[in-house]
């Protein structure tokens, strides 16, 4: 059984079909899904599917994306949605210093915002980085109590280990598996008990189904590459992971 630590359920692409996009996860060994907000809406949307299917859970966060959109009260209703049961964790939130739709000193903000209230009600945060690795790595510093994940990783290894070090899993998406990606290097040396698999769906379609609409089984092609990768099957891979995502969400 593998767990997508990280999908976005509630756009259309797969919301329009979620039966079909679950039990074709299903057949591939994926079984186990937590649907990541995006913003205040989102993060609803993310509880409410949580409440219809068993093996969805959900988290509640605004994206550095969504930053400059959030309403005056974003924080109070994150933690309201924090509070109900199977909202598992605070995200995703982080830097995007790679298309900035938001503006750098927002987004920054509206993060160090989010780490207090993780900080303050004890969840594990996702966190989302893209070409902002000194400022995610400083601003996480100065919270050394909040832990989770590094969500569809695309630093280096040196980056890896410091956030190992600061306690946070690391998140392999459909990337990982990309034609000339220096991922599989880093993914190789890092210890199997602090890896999750993702899709980060509808986004980042793995080999050998890239730049399709991406699907939570798609999961499967990422530890299967992460079995190769450590000398592993498929099974044991699966079985680590599972066990790290249990363990950091409480699952
Ligand atoms: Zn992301
Ligand atoms: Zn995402």
Request: aromatic content about 8%; some cysteine; glycine content about 4%.
């Amino acid at each position: 059984m593998l767990v997508d630590t990280h999908c976005h359920l509630f756009f259309d692409e797969l919301k329009k079909d979620l039966d079909g996009v679950l039990s074709r996860a299903a057949a591939l060994g994926v079984t186990k899904f937590i649907c990541v907000g995006t913003n205040v809406e989102d993060s609803q949307h993310s509880y409410e599917l949580s409440l219809k299917y068993e093996n969805i859970f959900s988290t509640a966060g605004v994206h550095p994306h969504d930053s400059e959109e959030v309403p005056k009260d974003y924080l109070d209703q994150i933690k309201i949605l924090l509070k109900k049961p199977k909202v598992i964790a605070l995200g995703e939130i982080g830097l995007d210093y790679f298309k900035n739709i938001s503006d750098k000193k927002i987004q920054k903000n509206i993060f160090r915002e989010q780490l207090e209230l993780a900080q303050e009600i004890n969840v594990p945060i996702v966190f989302h980085n893209r070409d902002s690795d000194k400022d995610i790595l400083d601003t996480l510093s100065k919270f050394p109590d909040v832990i989770g994940v590094a969500h569809c990783f695309s630093s280096s290894y040196k980056v890896a280990k410091k956030l190992i070090d600061m306690g946070f899993y690391i998140s392999f998406s459909g990337n990982l598996t990309f034609k000339n990606s220096h991922l599989p290097d880093v993914a190789k040396k890092l210890p199997l008990n602090k890896i999750l698999v993702e899709t980060d769906s509808p986004f980042l379609s793995p080999v050998p189904h890239r730049g399709k609409i991406n699907e939570p089984g798609r999961t499967r092609f990422v530890a299967e590459l992460l079995a190769k990768l450590h000398g592993s099957t498929i099974n044991q891979i699966a079985l680590i992971t599972t066990n790290n995502a249990t363990n950091l969400f409480n699952l």
